[in-house]
């Protein structure tokens, strides 16, 4: 007789497959609609819109809000919860783009579109289970949180609540400065529309690789904040940016802050636009001030010290991303692990949820600080890529878009530096870029980015597909055998 052993502790761990509720994508266009779902083994088709899906689950859409509501409406079930296209960050339009599979019929973009986000969804639970924040008790309600969260990186925002906003200063003067120093991404708003003619270029470093980077980068801890009172109250100086950095501790800037004439700077004044309402921000950490203040001047600062710094909550649920995929190898070749990656850093640059009865999300320092290392962090590879004609329409996560006129030269150059500076491009754009008859660099010599980590890089920038898919569809076997599947594929 052969027996196997046990911990009593681990013997009533259910499988994650059996603790999350099926996820679908719902494509709708003029011609019908295209419902799959993995998990729930859906697949239907029909014309108009739908008028009735599989409950007890979500759907991803591609449709605008007022259709979406409009189909939600039509069925008139409150177990249907239908998700917005970009509920994973990247949209269902730039999953298909990152993968070359923009041209496949909608049936079949549906299927694709359905395996990709149910390995995303899976292997999102597994890492909130391998970094052991929660309870075993408490568990199925985390996960269930999740699914029901406004995106997913908001899901892993409400997940790492306590964490963030154990200790969180409640000065007002430091609150208020914190609030107006909240803001993720750096985007050109009258630059957002790409019109005939023109090219949507996204091209980004590895998502992973790049939220690694980001969340390694310190945060404010929790305690109680100082007021610096400094010599001049009119205006920083140098010789005050010296001393306040000296402190080596978190500090934060509220100021008015004016634009130097002679030496305004495009990019650095998608900086100074807030993520909410408002004109202006105003307030900015040490860091970004650093950055900005050859174009501004920052007149009647009030000047906050923190007492210390600590590790991001973010960079914990990074490490169980890389320990649910198995190898770390295997993580960072893997798209999904990346979406997820993205996700995680994306999440960590949110606010949190409105405390009850109150309307406004709770902003943290922590998130004030990585949206400040991501902006810092994508300034080199903007301005690179600027200096080829590209227009800039936005930055976030690492992930950079810029839209060109339909030159094969220009789109091609700037395509082969953003390679030089660590930067892929998507598969779809790699493909229209051969199509112009451009060549694209895949080099490995000439990568600019971790020579160990230039798998995913180089099978996207080379359009390898199926390369590609054979090892991210390891996230849809058991984790205890995904190193071993990686590996056979290389013998």
């Known amino acids: 007789m052969n027996l196997r052993l046990t911990d009593l502790d681990q013997d009533d761990v259910t499988p994650i497959e059996?603790?999350?509720?099926?996820?679908?994508?719902?494509?709708i266009d003029d011609k019908g609609w295209s419902a799959v779902s993995v998990k729930a083994g859906v697949s239907e088709t029909g014309t108009g819109t739908p008028s009735d899906?599989?409950?007890?689950?979500?759907?991803?859409?591609?449709?605008?809000?007022?259709?979406?509501?409009?189909?939600?409406?039509?069925?008139?079930?409150?177990?249907?919860?239908?998700k917005t296209s970009d509920w994973f960050k990247p949209d269902l339009a730039e999953m298909l783009d990152d993968w070359g599979a923009d041209r496949y019929p909608r049936t079949q973009r549906a299927e694709f579109l359905a395996r990709l986000t149910d390995r995303v969804m899976r292997l999102s639970f597994e890492t909130i289970r391998a970094h052991g924040a929660t309870s075993a008790a408490r568990e199925q309600a985390v996960l269930s949180q999740?699914?029901?969260?406004?995106?997913?990186?908001?899901?892993?925002?409400?997940?790492?609540?306590?964490?963030?906003?154990?200790?969180?200063?409640?000065?007002?003067?430091?609150?208020?400065?914190?609030?107006?120093?909240?803001?993720?991404?750096?985007?050109?708003?009258?630059?957002?529309?790409?019109?005939?003619?023109?090219?949507?270029?996204?091209l980004r470093p590895p998502r992973l690789s790049y939220a690694e980077m980001v969340l390694?980068?310190?945060?404010?801890?929790?305690?109680?904040?100082q007021q610096a009172h400094l010599e001049s109250k009119d205006?920083?100086?140098?010789?005050?940016?010296?001393?306040?950095?000296?402190?080596?501790?978190?500090?934060?800037?509220?100021?008015?802050i004016v634009p130097i004439r002679g030496a305004e700077d495009p990019i650095l004044a998608t900086w100074t636009t807030p993520s909410g309402p408002g004109y202006v921000r105003k307030a900015f950490p040490l860091e970004e001030v650093e950055v900005l203040f050859g174009s501004y001047r920052f007149h009647d600062p009030l000047v906050m010290v923190g007492p210390a710094w600590k590790e991001p909550a973010g960079k914990g649920l990074l490490d169980a991303l890389v320990s649910a995929c198995g190898a770390a190898?295997?993580?960072?070749?893997?798209?999904?692990?990346?979406?997820?990656?993205?996700?995680?850093?994306?999440?960590?640059?949110?606010?949190?949820?409105?405390?009850?009865?109150?309307?406004?999300?709770?902003?943290?320092?922590?998130?004030?600080?990585?949206?400040?290392?991501?902006?810092?962090?994508?300034?080199?590879?903007?301005?690179?890529?600027?200096?080829?004609?590209?227009?800039?329409?936005g930055g976030y996560a690492g992930g950079v878009r810029f839209k060109a006129p339909e030159d094969p030269e220009m789109i091609s150059s700037a395509a082969n530096a953003a390679w030089e500076l660590g930067m892929h491009a998507q598969m779809g754009l790699a493909r229209r870029i051969r199509e112009m008859g451009s060549s694209l660099n895949a080099d490995r010599g000439l990568y600019g980015g971790a020579p160990e980590r230039i798998l995913l890089p180089l099978l996207m920038q080379t359009g390898r597909t199926?390369?590609?898919?054979?090892?991210?569809?390891?996230i849809e076997t058991d984790p205890e055998g995904r190193p071993a599947a990686f590996l056979a594929l290389f013998s």
């Open 53 to 82: 899906l599989a409950g007890g689950m979500s759907w991803v859409t591609n449709c605008a809000y007022e259709t979406m509501r409009a189909v939600s409406m039509a069925i008139g079930r409150s177990d249907v919860r239908l």
């Open 216 to 225: 390694s980068k310190r945060v404010p801890a929790a305690g109680k904040w």
């Open 466 to 474: 199926g390369q590609l898919w054979k090892i991210d569809e390891i």
């Open 235 to 256: 205006l920083i100086t140098d010789q005050m940016l010296s001393a306040l950095k000296a402190l080596d501790r978190p500090v934060l800037i509220s100021a008015r």
């Open 329 to 393: 190898e295997l993580a960072h070749a893997s798209w999904s692990a990346g979406v997820v990656a993205e996700n995680v850093l994306c999440g960590m640059m949110r606010l949190g949820r409105a405390p009850k009865g109150g309307n406004e999300g709770v902003t943290v320092p922590e998130s004030v600080w990585i949206g400040a290392h991501d902006r810092i962090a994508m300034l080199p590879m903007i301005r690179a890529l600027s200096g080829f004609g590209l227009t800039l329409v």
């Open 146 to 202: 999740i699914e029901r969260s406004a995106s997913l990186a908001t899901g892993f925002r409400t997940t790492l609540a306590t964490q963030m906003e154990k200790g969180a200063p409640t000065d007002r003067k430091v609150v208020a400065a914190t609030v107006g120093a909240m803001k993720f991404g750096a985007f050109a708003p009258e630059e957002a529309s790409v019109s005939d003619g023109e090219v949507l270029m996204r």
């Open 18 to 27: 059996m603790m999350r509720d099926p996820i679908g994508v719902l494509l």
